[in-house]
């Protein structure tokens, strides 16, 4: 049911296969096992380095891309990268040292990359007090984006992973979507947020409403909600005890967002909690541990880990700029937002985004000449998402007027993608543990100063199902499609899994939207067509 790109096949090349088969795979299953939950590796004080949870890549544009590697002990992260599999030829990018300071662990800069080539690579770990003694090497691959209109683009989208008590698995396999996502081979995964559940401790087993028991693999991370540094590093390794997760990190490049379970459910700045789960009642020390172990478990291009203990420098929003037909614009709409409340003020300067990030984007949508701006939301625009009886988390409140609280942001952005006349803007977003699409139009809204557009929404990846998100009229949104459970917190057994795949024709520019559910089925499709301000 998947459409080809012209010049590109939808699924590995003969040459990609092999690797696949062979070194990758090798990789994948390197000391913690092909066995879904195996034990994390010890700290040894002999022996040499070794990168016993994998490797990712991250941020990957037409030249450049950020490889990431954690070592059981302190070693100097050393990147070879090949235009074959075979490493005939090589070219050595020496990355950081890896230490303590860090988690062990440390992610490599490459520059310099051919566009639109198969790279493959291979990192070693060295030790500092003696480069000869070295780790087992342990290999990857990615595509650089294209620097030709015509080679195209494809790429998937999904977030909540380890969500409601449902974590790894093993009698299911583990993680599967995530090797259903692998075999679809994409250029790159647009991960929307909630990658981790810091504050959804599981138990070591669960039983189902027909019977059936569900097993969790635990760690001692996982057993309590994360509050110190080390219990947020934790939460961050626990996915990557699942090797479908390895492998799926080996092969395909990832842009990486947070949303609010990376810290506590429903955060937001300045705010201090009423749960006696947490002895650290102050959310802004909460976040600046998790946003460091985010930092230093995951590639991402702006976010830059010290390595001495004491903070994270950067910032989560950005623009991943992947060739002539796409712009990924990552939006943070956690860091600056304002308290949760009934959204029902007339004036709201900060939003969910706040002025400077609003700036910052209204600026980047205007400089990008990409054919499609891709708005990778961690939260839904036009869904009503509750924070208790009275708040709201997202955007939407409920009422179907005027724009009012961070509906006011959000109609401001919109207003100004309709006067600059910015072409080929879409929503994508998870969060809400289903999966839908809804089409935004003025004639249906109570704010009309806008171009129309789609939000498509996937997810869970590995976390409990949810029903549907009432909807709030205030940017008119139809819901063209939807697929949500009947009742809350589905487990994976229950209800499928869902994930959105992205195909952008190098001839025509037409951009196809299939919402996914594992097991192969695609449940909904949509075509675009490129060069209109609303669709």
């Known amino acids: 049911m998947s459409s080809s790109v012209p010049g590109r096949s939808s699924g590995p090349s ?20 092909g066995v879904v939950g195996s034990a994390a590796p010890a700290l040894a004080l002999s022996g040499r380095p070794r990168a016993a949870w994998g490797v990712q890549t991250g941020d990957v544009t037409a030249s450049s891309g950020l490889v990431w590697a954690r070592s059981d002990r302190p070693a100097r992260m050393i990147v070879e990268t090949s235009a074959s599999e075979s490493f005939r030829r090589t070219h050595r990018h020496y990355g950081p040292l890896l230490g303590p300071g860090s988690d062990f662990t440390g992610t490599t800069a490459l520059r310099g990359l051919p566009a639109g080539e ?9 030790d500092p007090d003696d480069p000869r003694r070295t780790g087992e090497r342990v290999v990857g691959t990615f595509r650089t984006a294209p620097a030709r209109r015509r080679d195209g683009v494809r790429f998937l989208w999904s977030g909540d992973i380890a969500g409601q008590g449902w974590g790894i698995n093993p009698d299911i396999g583990g993680f599967c979507a995530f090797e259903e996502m692998r075999r679809l081979n994409p250029d790159f995964f647009l991960c929307s947020g909630d990658t981790i559940y810091a504050d959804g401790p599981l138990q070591p087993s669960v039983t189902l409403p027909d019977g059936r028991v569900w097993r969790n693999v635990t760690t001692p991370e996982k057993a309590k ?3 110190t540094l080390d219990e947020y590093r934790g939460q961050f390794r626990y ?7 390895r492998a799926f990190n080996a092969q395909v490049p990832s842009i990486v967002q947070w949303d609010d379970h990376e810290v506590r459910n429903n955060w937001y700045p300045g705010q201090i909690l009423d749960d006696v789960r947490y002895t650290e009642k102050n959310v802004d020390v909460l976040a600046a541990r998790a946003s460091r172990a985010f930092a230093e478990y995951f590639p991402v291009s702006t976010l830059h880990a010290r390595g001495d203990g004491v903070s994270t420098e950067g910032r989560m929003h950005r623009v991943v700029r992947y060739g002539p037909l796409l712009d990924v614009f990552v939006l943070d ?11 029902r003020q007339a004036d709201d300067t900060d939003g969910i985004l706040g002025a400077e990030q609003l700036a910052w984007l209204n600026r980047e949508l205007s400089r990008s000449r990409a054919v499609w701006k891709v708005l990778a939301a961690d939260m839904p625009l036009g869904l009503v998402v509750p924070d208790g009886a009275t708040n ?10 005027a724009p009012l609280g961070r509906e006011l942001q959000i109609a401001e952005l919109l207003r100004f993608i309709k006067h600059r006349r910015i072409t080929g803007t879409l929503w994508l977003t998870a969060d809400v543990h289903y999966t839908s699409a809804q089409h935004y139009a003025p004639e249906r809204a109570a704010f009309q100063d806008f171009a129309p557009f789609w939000e498509f929404v996937s997810g869970p990846l590995a976390a409990g199902g949810f029903p549907a998100n009432a909807l709030d009229a205030t940017f008119g949104p139809e819901r063209v499609f939807v697929r949500a459970p009947q009742r809350a917190n589905l487990s994976p057994m229950e209800s499928p899994q869902y994930f959105g795949e992205v195909d952008i024709d190098g001839g025509s520019g037409e951009l196809t939207v299939r919402l996914r559910a594992e097991g192969g089925t695609v449940l909904f499709s949509k075509v675009l067509q490129p060069g209109r301000v609303g669709q």
């Not at 003969?14 to 990789?27: E, I, Q, W």
């Not at 709201?392 to 007027?401: C, R, S, T, W």
């Open 239 to 245: 996915n990557l005890l699942d090797h479908n997760v």
């Open 392 to 401: 709201i988390e997202a955007i939407a409140q409920g009422d179907p007027g």
């Open 118 to 126: 198969q790279i493959h690579y291979r990192v070693t770990l060295a």
């Open 333 to 343: 709409m956690r860091s600056y937002r304002n308290a949760n409340s009934p959204g």
């Open 14 to 33: 003969p040459a990609r296969r092999s690797v696949l088969r062979g070194s990758l795979a090798a990789s994948a299953a390197l000391t913690l096992g």
């Open 225 to 227: 909600v994360a509050e």
